[in-house]
């Protein structure tokens, strides 16, 4: 099966339905219709047409009773399980029926409005090729109204309750009312006369299908359905994800209706349900898809910017999922959403309202999500994750929370084989473990940034360095999830540090940027166009084994002379015995580490001086070819070496500058991360909270349980 598709013309080339929901109080008026008719640009004139179908949908009467009935959706709210109808203690009766034929019929109501709106415009912008639809809601039929009116001079007041008659009599007094109401609304639109709209069909405002001892919901709509197709028009339905609807679906066309979208509910509800699975369903049954925007622009910003990030889900889903072109859409959008952000003065919110005109017209791309926001809104902050930060020289832990920072943190030198690391990784991550629950946080998962190459799938250690000998083939992942039953996500370290920078550090607010990690070794992590790169199998971003000397020293990667031999801690170390014992004076033999040969530059050591600016000159090489390849405007340096003296970065600064190609390295800024030796422990941090809040399919994504404040 497929979608519903878009553009048949048995549905009159319905493809984008945008539902407009009002009160009696609140009439629509031109001024307000222009935002969904047609697209405005910058200065308010409208330049193209925007949505092709229009669903009027009313609540409540101008007298505040109801039109629509509740559903109980349980304790999950996730849409699953004992849902019932729930009708109002203060039903619709027939004269608000015939004050909602009056929203919509009256001599200024919705349809004429709506009409002459599109005739105005028509004047400005090539008129469309097809009359734009229309859908009209029909009330509910509460069981809760015993009293609704008397339709015809002979009849008697109709009942819509099992007091005092059966189930049937009830389910047919309800049958015939709604009867009525499609009478009078083809009635009313015979004689309307209206020139640029289409009625299309008629809306059932409730989304589930019901039965009970009291209700027969299922009758109900098989026989209006039947009344509604013999008057040329078609019965529309938006129900929730549930799987009690989905099984209702599958023969909906058969029973029910003629054309139904599937609500995802991934905005609102608390175990949001994946939009991929909407989309499953929706295929398999010939279902559209609805979009649901955000209801209020005016709420606190954590909710917004919760609601923006799964907002762009959405428009991005319909373009891998093809139902921006391919599926009939409705657009939920609440109360003049769309005019809110055409005039909202944040450009994020500016920006959505061109996207969905863009993909309305079918024209949208993908965007990356936003960064994850400092304040992390999907994830309070008494949520945190336990980082492990593996380098060839330190193993260092953290418990960092959802705004990146590190609340607790460990320190200790890395053990030489394997089974000692995977022992002190386990007891580190019990510390860990042990601060959390003292502390009252509850940890969401375990983050691991490691040298050499990772299997990020699978969570496995390929293949490691000479820096970690004994680190290979090692399924961490499993291991440590054996031990601790808590989620465990693992990285190259390099990836760890450019995804902390995207997240929390200075790459907030960039999309093409290169983190260089330098510590015992070199590692890094290259965002193009807001994402990390991670190749066929998760192996880029080597950066140090990028040879700057062919004819070099053999590195333990197999390849000669990679700049992780000359400009990492290690390497200003091997390349400082090479020179002492090739004959080169200096002062103090015994200890060549990187930080000696930094505080030897300090004091003026002039062997210390020039190594450092040859070890910064390499750096600048390899540098160049990735500036050169990925045209990043930003590259940031974090790891233990920013403590080296500055002749080291000035030697890398201007080696890169002078040697990248010109238009590309004047758009570069170099910058310190605000991290130094934390970047790996945040990074690991950053890549347990973007698993667990992009990708997280089955892991039940709950709200905030402090909405309007992300402090707690
Ligand atoms: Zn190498």
Known sequence: MSYLNQNLAEFNYLKHLVLLYGDGKNPWTKERLKYYVAHLCNDGKPDDWLFDSFLFINTKSTSGRDYVADINLGKSMSGEGDFFTICSPNPANKLDWENLLDFYFGEDGALSTLDETIKELSGVITPPQSLRNVVLTLPYPHITQKEFGILNPNGKILNFSVTGQNLTQATRSRLEAEIWFVERIVDLWSK????????????????????????????????????????????????????????????????????????????????????????????????????????????????????????????????????????????????????????????????????????????????????????????????????????????????????????????????????????????????????????????????????????????????????????????????????????????HDGHCA??????????????????????TGIAGGIYVAGKLLRGTSNFTSEIGHISVDPSGPKCSCGSYGCVELFSSGSGIERWAREKVLSGVQFGNVKDLSAKAIGDAARSGETFAIDLLKSAGEKLGVAATGLVNVFNPDLIIISGSLVELPDIYFQAFEETLRRRAIRPTADKLEIVFSDFSQDAGVIGAAALVFGQIEYDGCQNNMEQPDNRGGADD
């Open 498 to 519: 450019a995804l902390g920078e995207r997240s929390f550090g200075k790459g907030k607010s960039s999309s093409n940027f290169i983190s260089i990690v330098l510590g």
């Open 192 to 491: 309307a006369r209206f020139s640029n709209i289409n009625l299309l069909g008629l809306y059932w405002i409730f989304e589930t299908v019901y039965r009970s001892w009291e209700i027969d919901d299922h009758f109900l709509l098989k026989e209006l359905r039947k009344h509604i197709n013999s008057r040329g028009l078609k019965f529309v339905w938006i129900p929730f994800y549930a799987t009690y609807n989905f099984h209702l679906l599958e023969n909906y066309k058969d029973y029910y209706f003629d054309i139904a979208f599937l609500q995802p509910n991934f905005l609102f509800y608390k175990n949001g349900k994946c939009i991929e699975k909407a989309v499953a369903v929706a295929k398999k049954t010939g279902a559209g898809i609805e979009l649901e925007y955000y209801m209020d622009l005016d709420e606190p910003i954590s909710i917004k910017n919760e609601k923006h990030l799964r907002f762009r889900k959405y428009l991005n889903a319909g373009v891998t999922h093809g139902y921006m072109t391919q599926s009939a859409c409705a657009h939920f959008q609440g109360v003049d959403s769309l005019e809110k952000m055409y005039h909202h003065p944040d450009p994020i919110e500016r920006e959505f309202y061109e996207d969905i005109y863009l993909f309305v017209k079918g024209t949208y791309q993908a965007k990356p999500y936003p960064p994850v926001p400092s304040g992390s809104y999907f994830i309070p902050r008494k949520r945190v994750a336990i980082s492990i930060d593996l380098g060839g020289t330190r193993l260092r832990m953290g418990v960092v929370d959802a705004l990146g920072k590190v609340i607790h943190y460990r320190q200790e030198s890395t053990p030489k084989t394997r089974q000692e690391i995977i022992d002190r990784i386990v007891i580190n991550v019990k510390e860990g473990l042990r601060f959390a629950k003292a502390e009252g946080f509850k940890v969401i998962g375990i983050g691991i940034s490691t040298g050499g190459r990772v299997d990020f799938e699978n969570g496995v250690i390929v293949d490691s360095t000479s820096l970690l000998p004994d680190w290979k083939e090692v399924p961490i992942k499993k291991i440590i999830e054996e031990q601790i039953n808590i989620p465990v996500f693992v990285d």
